[in-house]
């Protein structure tokens, strides 16, 4: 492995994690907390009677997204290699991809077609 | 008389009827109240206009109970009126919410204030006072002092299950979630309890109440001249309009009509004020839409018309201008300036607001096909104005009914199509146009001349004549401490307001204060009808068909 | 050497962490006069010459407010949410080329924390993982809203990564490498050389992304204020929240660094004109967000998830087989 590569990315992670982290502190800067119950009620327009809270189940109609997301982007992991070199796979690798992504866009039509990318 | 009369009059014995021009009140039995409401719907009288209660307890004369139901209705070409009135004796009425839609929040508001119980009401509970209020305010045992201190909100959960039940959802999974009333998107205080699946809304229930200030209490209190400032406070955004639509009324009442004039001025403000409200109405209806550059564009030439107003009377929000019989005094020197300032700004923001939206594809998904509503139900929920032109009725009063010389000046009717948000905000730009145009007119058809009636039982004398005479100041005493004195009758004017049909019920008993008063506030209708609006649509849809509504607290709570 | 090298990477560090820690700071003020210029109004006039110190008075308020935390909030993601959109943020501009290489003191300084040979890649990834910022933020908040505005970033934000994945796809085929320096150097040969001109539909699918990615009008959807209030960061409060927003503001930098460099020609050969160039056109970049906010109203967010999966996607798919064919052929 190139130190000179990832030495500063490890460095850059440390600090970025730990400059924000430093900032928690500023509470002490300020004044503090009265921590009264009607100050760290949830807010929900106001209203403390409410029904339920947000622990709660809740149909997120575009979790099929995420799956499909999961398949196109590990996909497309899969074309960064082959754009980097495309030159040197030549019209075999052109050909071996667009097929790949014929099975894609196959897909694709599939999911539009089962309705998977209506969301409302 | 007219004849969309003569069917009903046949059918419908009245214990009483009195005719005027295109307008009838009879009074019924109760035992056949439904029934005679339902013959009306059907014989041509198919728009609840309102529906209150009186409570005659401490009235001169008693009558033979001390409630009485009274139901405004109007014809389908909404140039007749038609005032049914029934004495009831037990408390007891049978709803017509399966006439009209509008019938279940008026019912409950009559519910609330005086405690009359509707038998096969849908969803009898109170609507402007608090869950946990004791007692009916508006009758007249109810001390007007008498405040109470109530604080836990509901959760609307028992309404909610009714609705869920009623479209089969009961088992379904949902997320409750409260829009209002503190929530940028309620433009006030409006609560909208939504039952999400998504971001879908499967059903809706909205609560209101949260401004509701007791303003018909107030007004049985204080002289017919001491009401004019609580009027201000209904429709904050156009305060004269509100000003005139009480004087107007109580004026129709004494039986005296104003010069021509304060009939001219009285015009030229209430377009300013329809101007400014719909100012207002866009500015905030695009930026719930996100598209924030439009709200300065539509708000700084809004300023002007405020300028103009408190150059005129003193006050900026709440004007006070109009009086009983004129108003407070009469335009001032170089108005003419200031009035072309305010013509040329509004047209330049709304040009540029125009030019943002008028062909952007964003706007244009978001506004269009977005919270309908048919003709045929927003009539039943008693919507008027420019909602309810949106839907393409023509429902404008200074049309259909000209009052002040309306019918002399050439306007538009602005009309929709299709009752979604698009057709609510164009109506409203084109109204502007409209509402440009008659102020122009007047502005070059003013006559000289005096603004008040020269009757000294409702004007105040002038202020010379108070300090150096002593009639003078027993007039501007006994007009004062007394009030402008009304003989009895019972009395419903309306003008067409910003919103719609502002209407007063006024029920007087001879003295110098209104027995009682009933404002017919347009922002109450719409807003009953949000619920069944917004279902199916999503959050965001909900969010802008809300603003769409141009609901007005003040005005809807009271 | 090693250590050299540690002390050489700690100063930039820190130094990109002052520039653009100060750069989203001004970043507000600019957008708050932007904006206010569009709109016929002043913006912020009173704080210091022309509302200059505006940015100060944000600062101090934020650090010195109460520190709330709300009732039933799982405490220690609640706290951790906010840092990671913020680090995520930062650790994404390692890779990032920020001007050409200069002498200073014959000591020869290049403003890339770390040349990677796989930069883009990187900026990308890192930019993804800040999604877990406003998911954990929102799913701890124990706020009805948050969970929505959560449930909208996790679609929004992958949607877009797949769109913004794929139109970067094209460019890079063209230039066979990841590392940004090298994307730069391809089109050092003046403003013809310019991706942008030989990708156009490329440049213009990221560019839209760019605005889904910073959660920009027209797809302010995350924590659209009139719908969900402030979104995911409804119950945060103080620097926690300013955490939250150093992340957007620093992204929205980053983005545009990112445009100018693969679709704008960078700093182009390097000299001082080239890097004058670069950072106009960075503060383009950053100009055109604030000008769309002023522009546009916001979609809703199906159609949001519509423009990107039945428009975007395919176009990108379609560049991405007639970028190989051309260059195949």
Known sequence: MNEQFYLPLVVITITTIAIPFLFHLSKYLGEKSMNTNNQNEVYESGIQNTHKDSFERFNVKYYLVAIIFVLFDVEILFMFPWALNLRELGLFGLIEMFVFMGLLGAGLIYIYKKGALKWT | MPNIFTPLLARISPLKQTLSEDDLSIEVDAKNLFNNIEFAASAGFDYLVDITAVDYLSYPKTPVARYAMVYILRSTDFKSLLTIKSFIINEEVESITQLFKAANWLEREVYDQYGIKFTNHPNLKRVLNHHEFVGHPLRKDYIITNGQHCSIAESLMDEMDVQLEKHNLKDEEHMFLNLGPSHPASHGTIRTLVALDGERIKAAVTEIGYLHRGFEKSAEHHTYSQVIPYTDRLNYCSAVMNNVGYVKTLEEMLGVHVPKRAEQIRVMLMELSRIMDHLVFLAAQLVDMGALTNYWYLYNPREDVYNFLSKLSGARLTNSYMRIGGMSHDLYDGYEEDLQTIITNVQKGCADALALIKHNRIFHDRAKDVGIISAKDALSYGWSGPNLRACGVNSDMRYLKPYYGYDELDFDVVLGSHGDVYDRIMVRFEEIEQSIKIVKQIQATLIDGEINIADRSIILPQKKEVYTSIEGVMNQFKLTFEGIKVKPQEYYGSIEAVNGELGFYVVSDGSGTPYKMKVRAPSFLHIAALPEIIQEYQLADAVITLASLNIIAGEMDR | ?329
């Not at chain 3, 460019?171 to 730069?184: C, E, Q, W």
């Open chain 3, 1 to 329: 050497m090693d250590t050299a090298l540690l002390v050489e990477t700690v100063i930039k560090i820190v130094v990109i962490l002052l520039v653009f820690s100060a750069l989203a700071g001004f970043g507000t003020y600019f957008e708050r006069k932007v904006l206010a210029f569009m709109q016929r109004r002043l913006g912020p006039m009173n704080v210091g010459p022309y509302g200059l110190l505006q940015i100060a008075a944000d600062g101090i308020k934020l650090f010195t407010k109460e520190d709330i935390i709300p009732a039933g909030v799982v405490p220690l993601i609640f706290k951790i949410a906010p840092v990671i959109t913020a680090a995520t943020a930062f650790m994404a501009a390692a890779a990032i080329p920020f001007l050409p290489s200069f002498t200073i003191f014959g000591y020869e300084v290049h403003p890339i924390v770390a040349d990677i040979n796989i930069g883009i890649l990187y900026v990308m990834g890192m930019m993804a993982v800040g999604l877990y910022g406003p998911l954990l933020g929102g799913l701890a908040s124990n706020n009805k809203y948050s969970l929505i505005s959560t449930a909208r970033a996790v679609a929004v934000f992958i949607s877009y990564e797949v769109v913004s994945g794929l139109a970067i796809l094209a460019p890079l085929m063209m230039v066979g490498s990841l590392s940004l320096l090298d994307i730069n150097d391809y089109q050092a040969g003046g403003i013809t050389h310019w991706i942008a001109f030989s990708q156009p539909v490329a440049f213009i699918l990221f560019w839209i992304a760019a605005f889904a990615e910073t959660g920009r009008t027209p797809f302010h959807l995350i924590a659209n204020d009139h719908e969900l209030i402030d979104g995911f960061g409804t119950e945060y409060s103080g620097m926690r929240w300013g955490l939250f927003f150093i992340g957007e503001y620093a992204n929205m930098f980053f983005i545009s660094f990112v445009m100018a460099i693969m679709f704008l020609g960078g700093y182009g050969d390097g000299s001082v004109a080239g890097a004058f160039a670069l950072l106009g056109k960075v503060a383009f970049f950053f100009f055109f967000f604030l000008w769309t906010r002023a522009a546009w109203p916001d979609v809703r967010p199906d159609q949001l998830m519509w423009l990107t999966w039945k428009v975007l996607m395919p176009l990108a798919v379609i560049n991405v087989v007639i970028t190989g064919f051309v260059l195949m052929f």
